[in-house]
Each structure stands twice: as structure tokens, then as C-alpha cells.
């Protein structure tokens, strides 16, 4: 049986609505782990079997896209085999989840595309059609399941510009298709909708009984290419964008600490350093930023599992840039037992030049630690520890995205293939390819893998 998540973000959905929606959820004939990712304003859920509530430390406000994006990535790395999307205030047909994981096995596709029944705030179900959900043109977000094998797309939404306004499923079926993943629709709808569009209430001859969403930005306004490519690496960024420019204005500068011990760190060693610092937290472990004592400092606690440090990398820096960080310095390491050191280095990486820069070094007990540090230009690089399969450890996640980052900047323009740090048997090359969008032809002379790029996160 397919291992299947339903991710639902949510802000400020009132208790009832927020019920309705879970209900739907655990109603399903597939067993299914439902993953709410609040926006910054968590609720108090009842404790339930196969539920995992995550709180962003900051309200993100892109429509949903980045908590949307990140439980989805999240529920991949911990091992399930498709992830499907519920908005808090729509639900599910109670076979919607069971229909779908037939499909994604009988039919070989990486993505289905369910069909949905909209209805008014006052419970009349809409009867005419709506021309671009009949004709295939949107796939709204709540029909969208997609398998881990086209996992490589969620920075569409996890990466979505709040400057970009709606639209983050318009872009993402507009990557499906230009991408070639497979898809197919089901038969009949099987999600419920919520509407309040004033196109609906047209369509069905309706006077308004509640506020229109009348949004003032939206993916056929506002949509930037280049700052789509450098957020996502779903293409290239333009030549002239690899450069830092700041046009006179001091960068927001982002912190990320990821210490994979996870052991107290001494009196002082939180005080908050950069614009934003970010620590990662397993939900399972105490630790003083439980405590409001580190003023500035943020924290994100995520479920602990195999791979954690790599996941807690790469999300603790794609909230950094959503939430508006020019550049992020990611400390990797066992930091708590780092002393000074950790300030000290911060401080040395605030001058270091270009997009891109990485390094490894010895702390003073011995450990190894990672430094890397991602300009905006280069934010789908950052995003790559979480994506990279949960197989490598925190050495073989550093030396892969800097062989990935100097392939990006230089070979590839002279057609080179990436001369990749280890050799991966054929079930790692579609791993990786499932993770980061890469068809990759392993050689066997020398590991070398080569790859034709589909558009995904390199």
C-alpha cells in the first residue's frame, strides 16, 4: 500500500473550519498521515494517530505555498510515496486518497489530477461549469497528488515570491507540462471547494452572501522569470543576475544554525547575530529556545528522522529567503559544543564575496562542522541539502552541492558533465533524479554522472 500525506496549510481558519477539514481526512478508505503546517499562527489541534503539526516561527503570507511546500518535502524525506494537498477550508470525497494511490500505481504516473465540486459559504453547490477546470487549463491546488518520483517540483510552491501574488498552481501545471511528467485525471470529483470568486457567483447567476477574494497581484501580473530561477533552479538564471546587487541597500542577512546533537548550548550563545536567525529543532528534544529567553531568535521544530540534518539545512534556509534575506549563512555542526566560535565565524563570512561559498573545518572538540553561504541568486542551491537523498550524510550533502554549485556556475556552460563526489548504484541515480529533477546516466570508468537537465533543482 502506498504510504500517502495529505500536507494542509493553514492561518487563522476558525476551529470549526479547521475540524471539517481533518475530519475529511481521516475519513479517507486509504490510511493516510495528515501533515498541518501553520503560517506562523498555530492553533491547539487535538492529538490524533497519523498526525504531525509543524508551526513556521513567521508568517510567510504567499498564498500557502512555502508551509504547503515544506510539509510536503518534509513528508518525502520521512519516507512517504505521495503527497496530496487539502487547503483548510475545502475536504475530501472519502475516496479521494484510495482513488488516487490506485491510479499512481496501476497507471505508472507521477502526478494525478483529481476534479472538484465547487460550492457557496452558504452550502449551495454550484451547478454551472467552469470552462478552465473542465478544459485541463487549471488544476487547482487541492487536486493536485503528486508521487516522489516528480518530488523535484515543489519548490514551485515551497519557493513561491509572496511578491508573485496567486497563481503558485497555475505555475506548477505549467511545469508538470513543460517538464513532460506524466499525469492523468480522475474520473469525477472527488475534492470540495469553498468558493468565494466573483467568477463563480457569474457563472452561476448568484448574488454575492460573502466577501470576494479580489487579489491585487497574481502569477499573469506579476510573475518574474528570473526571480522564479533563482528561487526554484528550475531553469537557469540569467547571466547577468549571478552577480550581487544590492543597488545601495544594506542585504538582510539570514543565520541558519543546525546542530545535529542538539545538547544546550551555553549561557549566551543564542544571542541573536543576524536579521534573522533560525534554528531547527526535532520536536522531541528540549532545548532553551523552547524557553523565550533568545531574544531574535527563531525556531522551527520538525519531527526527527533519518536524514534530519540535511532536511532542517535546507528548510530553515528556504524560510530565510521567503522571508526576505538577501543572503544566509548556514552553520552545520555540533555547535554546542562550539563556544565562541560560532560568533566569530559568522562575523568572518559577513565579508566573504560572491553568490556562492562553502567550506568545511574542525571545531575545537574535534567534530567536523559546515559553513555555506547562498546569495539570493543562488536559493534553489540552498534548498538542495533538504532535497538530496536522506542516504547521505552531512559530509556527502556538503561535498554534493558544492560540486553541484561549481558545475552550475562553470562546466555546464562548456558542456561538461559534474564530477560528483561518490558513485551511486543505479537505484541511487533514480533516487536523485526523483529528488532534484536530473535524468543522470551513471559511468561506471570513473562515477562521473552525467546529466540532462529537465528543467529540475540544479
Known sequence: MLRIAVITPYWQESAEVLAKCMSSVCEQTHSVTHILVADGAPAQLPERPNLIHISLPFNIGNSGGTPRGLGAQLAFNLGFDAVAFLDADNWYEPDHIERAARTLQHEGVDVVFARRRMIFPDGEVMSAADASDESGRHVDTNCYVISRRAAFVLPVWLMWPKDFGIGEDR??????????????????????????????????????????????????????????????????????????????????????????????????????????????????????????????VHALKLPRHRGYSGTAAGLGVALAFMKGCDRVV?????????????????????????????????????????????????????????????????????????????????????????????????????????????????????????????????
Open 171 to 296: 505555475m506548477m501545471l505549467v511545469m508538470i507540462k513543460k517538464l513532460g511528467i506524466s499525469a492523468v485525471w480522475l474520473d469525477g470529483p472527488t475534492v470540495w471547494y469553498q468558493t468565494n470568486w466573483p467568477l463563480h457567483y457569474r457563472l452561476q447567476g448568484k448574488q454575492p452572501v460573502a466577501p470576494m477574494r479580489s487579489p491585487n497581484r497574481s502569477v499573469s501580473t506579476h510573475f518574474n522569470e528570473v526571480t522564479f530561477q533563482q528561487m526554484t533552479g528550475l531553469s537557469a538564471p540569467a547571466e547577468t543576475s549571478e552577480n550581487r546587487q544590492t543597488n545601495g541597500v544594506t542585504p538582510k542577512i539570514g543565520l541558519v544554525i543546525v546542530d545535529w546533537r542538539m545538547r544546550a548550548p551555553r549561557g549566551g550563545q543564542l544571542a541573536r547575530m543576524s536579521d534573522l536567525d533560525l534554528i531547527i529543532l526535532p520536536d522531541d528534544v528540549p532545548h532553551p529556545c523552547d524557553v523565550v529567553s533568545a531574544v531574535g
Open 330 to 458: 548556514v552553520l552545520h555542526g555540533d555547535w554546542t559544543l562550539a563556544g565562541k566560535d560560532i560568533s566569530e565565524r559568522y562575523q568572518r563570512y559577513l565579508d566573504v564575496e560572491g553568490p556562492f561559498h562553502a567550506e568545511s573545518f574542525g571545531l575545537p572538540n574535534g567534530e567536523m562542522a559546515y559553513a555555506t553561504i547562498y546569495d539570493r541568486t543562488h536559493a534553489y542551491l540552498g534548498l538542495l541539502s533538504a532535497q538530496l537523498p536522506m542516504s547521505f550524510d552531512a559530509e556527502a550533502r556538503f561535498q554534493w552541492v558544492k560540486a553541484l554549485a561549481a558545475w552550475r556556475a562553470v562546466e555546464r556552460q562548456q558542456g561538461r558533465p559534474p564530477s560528483l563526489p561518490q558513485r551511486l548504484s543505479p537505484e541511487g541515480v533514480t533516487e536523485l533524479r526523483h529528488r532534484i529533477g536530473l535524468e543522470l546516466l551513471a559511468r561506471r570508468s570513473n562515477g562521473v554522472v552525467s546529466p540532462t537537465n529537465k528543467g529540475g533543482a540544479v
